[in-house]
Every structure is written in C-alpha cells, then in structure tokens.
C-alpha cells in the first residue's frame, strides 16, 4: 500500500475511534412506572395509552429506552415496597399513574425526576410549589378540580327529581379521600345539597357502603378518581343500579361500566402525554421548570339505558351537550 493510500486509512479510522468509544459507552435511559391495578391487562387502555406515547415520540422498548412496570394491586405496603424496587434500580425518570401512586414517589425521593399522570391536587399534596413552577423533582398532569365535581353534581340535580342527598364514595386508604370529601362538600352546599360520605377499601365494603347509603336515604352517588373505583368499576355499575342509585363518575372508563353519567377530563389522552414530560426530561430539562399540565377539554357522558332502568328522564338540553350518548 502506498503512504498516499495509507495515510487517508489511519486518519479515518481515528476519526470514529470517539464513534465507537460512545457507542459502547452511552447508556440507554431507564423509566419506572408505578401503576395502581394489578396487571397491564387491569390498567387496559391506560397502559396502552402510554406506551403508544412513548412509541409517537421514537421510543422503543428493549431499543432505546427500558421501561419497568410495577403493579401494586392497591395494596398500601406493595406500593411503598415497589417505588423502593424503582428507585433501588436507579431509573432515570419515575412515572406514577393514578391518584394514589405519586404520594409514594414523593416520599421515596427528592433527586429522581417524577412525572405524575391524574394527580388531583399538586400543589395542596406538596409535590409541586405551583402549577406554573412545580419547583420540585416532581410535575406532570392533574386532572381534578372543584369545578368539575360542582358540574357532575349540578348535572345530577338537573336529572334526578328533588334530589336533597347526595353520597361520596371514598377510599380512606387513599391520601386525596380528604380533597375529595371538603371539595364535594363546598359543591353540594352552593347547589342545596347535602352530602354524605361513605368510605370503602375493599369489594366486600363497597356492598357495605351502598346499604348504608340505601339506610339513610340517599338519593344519587358520586365517584372521583380513584383505584380501586376504577378497579372495581363494574362491580360498583351493579351494585347502584340493584339499589337504584344514580352513578355519576369521572371518566369514559368508569362510565362505560354501565354508570348514569360520567364527567371529566379525557384519560387515555393523559396517558399519552406522560412521555412527553419524560422526552423532556431526558433531554435536560427540569422538572421543576415544566409546568403541570390540566386538561384542555372535559367529556361530559350520558347512559339512556341506566336512565331507563332507573325510571329517570334526561332533559333534552343534557343530551344536547353530551359528548357521548348510550342509547
């Protein structure tokens, strides 16, 4: 080989010297996410919402990013002992979905950068300073606010005959149950309602739950984000329509399980932005400086079919602001 030739060969092969250096150097970027349910299969459109927004902003699992799941079952000491697993692994970002999972996220680290998906209150749980600037390692999308449980109830009095009695189920397991009861509280009183709440942490207390609230003369219930709601979703259907109890709910979801009326923000949607908090993130953004995202657009859902089988008439002007109406 001529040293014209050979010169040219060695000059590029220290060029990609760095190249390859970096290649097998560069880390792939690791995310923990902490779900409530207990299988992919039982957070159903919520789990493929958010893979499909990791998959729209280029990532693929087992490609350029690894993604660990953790599924508590609603189980208070499964999720203290599976943020301990994330966060042991030393994930990049953790995701928490679901009103219940960010609490633990908050108190098992202040340096892992949080992303937080249907958290009701940031500001009042203290994971995040304000909305604008979270300030903190932790921000995300809420997808709660007293307008919206002043709205499901308005619309609940405007379809129940001389509804008075309204009940709030709540996990008392669950640190937002105290948000929710003085939010629906405050709501009820401004429209001359009175509400009752009535706590369940299990399958076996929600038949309980609703008896007592047969006992005391309720006339409607209402159900924000929440777990083990949304876990037993259908059970919950069932037991208020065998006790002729009107259901208002908080997402297509819950409402789809065969509730009364369903009003709130679009979930899946949520799930689908998640990513986009984490995109950033990975690529050097803070998370105290993103703001906390509250949903643009609230769906408002009726249920002809659970109308009918309550023996209840939904006013014509109802049905024309529904999004969506089940015949």
Request: hydrophobic content about 45%.
């Amino acid at each position: 080989m001529k040293r014209r030739d050979f010169l040219p060969l060695i000059c590029g092969a220290i060029a990609t010297l760095p190249r390859l250096a970096h290649a097998q150097t560069s880390r792939i970027p690791r995310i923990g996410i902490l779900w409530h349910a207990g299988s992919a299969e039982e957070e159903g459109t919520y789990y493929t919402g958010l893979r499909q927004g990791f998959r729209d902003l280029g990532y693929v699992e087992g490609r350029n990013i690894h993604i660990d799941h953790r599924f508590p079952n609603e189980m208070p000491e499964r999720f203290r002992s599976m943020i301990a697993e994330l966060v042991a692994l030393k994930v990049d970002v953790l995701v928490t979905v679901g009103t219940q999972t960010a609490p633990y996220a908050r108190d098992a680290t202040t340096s892992i950068p949080v992303v937080f998906i249907f958290v009701p209150d940031p500001v009042g749980s203290k994971f995040v300073e304000s909305l604008a600037r979270p300030g903190r390692n932790m921000t995300g999308l809420s997808q709660f606010g007293a307008d919206i449980v002043l709205k499901r109830l308005q619309f609940l009095k405007d379809i129940v005959p001389r509804l008075s009695r309204v009940a709030l189920l709540v996990n008392p397991n669950t640190e937002v149950a105290p948000l929710y009861r003085r939010i629906t509280e405050i709501a009820a009183a401004e429209l001359g309602l009175e509400n009752r709440t009535f706590e369940a942490r299990s399958l076996v207390e929600l038949e309980q739950a609703f008896d007592a609230m047969v006992n005391v003369g309720v006339q409607a219930v209402t159900i924000n984000g929440e777990g083990l709601a949304y876990q037993q979703r259908a059970s919950i259907a069932k037991m208020t329509l065998a006790r002729r109890l009107p259901l208002a709910v908080w997402s297509k979801e819950t409402f789809d399980a065969g509730a009364l009326i369903s009003y709130g923000a679009d979930q899946v949607a949520m799930c689908r932005r998640g990513p986009v908090f984490v995109d950033k993130i990975l690529k050097g953004a803070k998370p105290g400086d993103l703001p906390v995202e509250q949903p643009a657009k609230l769906e408002f859902f009726v249920n002809l079919k659970t109308a009918k089988a309550l023996g209840l008439t939904i006013p014509q002007s109802l049905l024309m602001r529904a999004d969506v109406v089940i015949q």
